[in-house]
């Protein structure tokens, strides 16, 4: 237990340690995440950037060997799946990063502060370059064109490749040649001109499709990632018991738990407001110029910048329907988690409009002056 002073009142506060059962429960979560890994290695990436939300809560705990192991079961499955050595050690960064950065934090008690979630941005954007650096090198070329070779590769290999690419024909992910889009299951099978045809508008078309959608992937793991790491590491580590003079009854103390402000209160900083309008003005010049470089840079800028309001525009909504009911947080906060997946613009929208009308604080006025009376 923590006691100090604060400001020369008779304040007392004391660090609240987490739950056993809450740490019993990322424990639980972290082995299913390993026993998934173990079942689907080729899923090792997507399960090791999920793995810091449950494993950075227990750190500085007895626990925390569960969050080591975890974190380093990405390469080990890799590793034992025989893909390339220097990717699968790659995968150690997405739990060892955070981690580490969990330890700095925590010897330096800036667990709570804002500037703890660009650091858990930071950590998962450094983890993501250096992972496709090694993929690119494992790969032999770009990601998206590796990734459209190894799925070509996989259908050519298979028994039935006619009947795959007619599958992927049925989904959109390629054209029927003309002459044949009226014609039956059978040509798929049986005529080897048509598959060869296919193969070669499957690999362009999952490559183009990919080349668009690696950077929104990138930036989504990256800010998604970060942020609610760094609320789950506040929320499980940084709560504190307050007892202070309870000023409607003089002579008596009260106690009450004061925890850092959650996702519902998350606003985006001034400075870091202007740094992504000026990041959504730039990807309108890179988009369009010739270098694919150039346009993936562009891609990346306007996938900040958008996300970025998505997420504050996610944090009004929460706010705005749990200020009544806060019991049902959970139920808004999957609610927002729904449109932020099916509706992104509105949430967009929501978050650009709160720049300037600022929802909350008029809120949260209200709601205090209502309390007051």
């Not at 183009?208 to 800010?223: E, G, H, K, S």
């Not at 730039?282 to 306007?302: D, H, K, N, P, V």
């Amino acid at each position: 237990m923590i006691v100090s002073d604060e400001g020369g009142m008779d304040v007392q506060s004391a660090a609240i340690r987490p739950e056993r059962s809450r740490l019993l429960a990322a424990v639980v979560g972290l082995l299913a995440l390993t026993g998934l890994m173990v079942l689907f290695p080729a899923a090792c990436l997507p399960l090791a950037l999920m793995t810091p939300l449950l494993a950075c809560p227990l750190v500085g705990s007895r626990r925390q060997w569960a969050a080591w192991l975890a974190a380093a079961a990405p390469a080990a499955v890799s590793l034992l799946c025989r893909f390339d050595f220097l990717y699968s050690l790659s995968l150690l960064l997405p739990g060892m990063l955070p981690l580490g950065l969990t330890l700095w934090l925590g010897a330096r008690k800036k667990l709570a502060a804002s500037l703890s979630i660009g650091l858990y941005v930071c950590a998962y954007a450094v983890s993501l370059t250096l992972i496709t650096l090694a993929a690119v090198r494992a790969l032999g070329a770009g990601v998206a064109e590796g990734l459209s070779e190894l799925l070509v590769a996989q259908v050519e290999a298979s028994d039935q490749p006619g009947l795959l690419l007619y599958r992927f024909a049925a989904a959109g992910l390629l054209a029927v040649p003309d002459g044949y889009s009226d014609g039956l299951l059978p040509l798929f099978l049986l005529d080897p001109s048509l598959i060869r045809q296919m193969l070669l508008s499957l690999r362009l078309n999952v490559a183009l499709m990919l080349q668009d959608l690696l950077p929104w992937l990138f930036v989504q793991a990256c800010m998604l990632g970060g942020l609610f790491t760094a609320l789950r590491v506040q929320h499980m580590r940084c709560a504190v018991l307050v007892v202070a003079p309870d000023p409607e009854h003089p002579g008596e103390r009260k106690a009450r738990v004061v925890s850092p402000p959650g996702f519902r209160l998350m606003v985006i900083p001034p400075r870091l407001r202007w740094t992504l309008y000026l990041m959504a003005l730039a990807s309108l010049l890179l988009i369009g110029a010739e270098g694919r470089l150039a346009q993936t840079l562009g891609l990346l800028f306007y996938a900040a910048f958008s996300c970025a309001f998505q997420l504050a525009g996610a944090a009004v909504l929460v706010c705005v329907l749990s200020a009544r009911n806060p019991g049902h947080a959970a139920l808004y906060g999957a609610l927002s988690a729904v449109l932020y997946a099916l509706f992104p613009i509105a949430l967009f929208f929501l978050g650009i409009a709160d720049q300037a009308l600022h929802f909350r604080s008029r809120l949260l006025k209200t709601t205090d002056s209502h309390k007051e009376e």
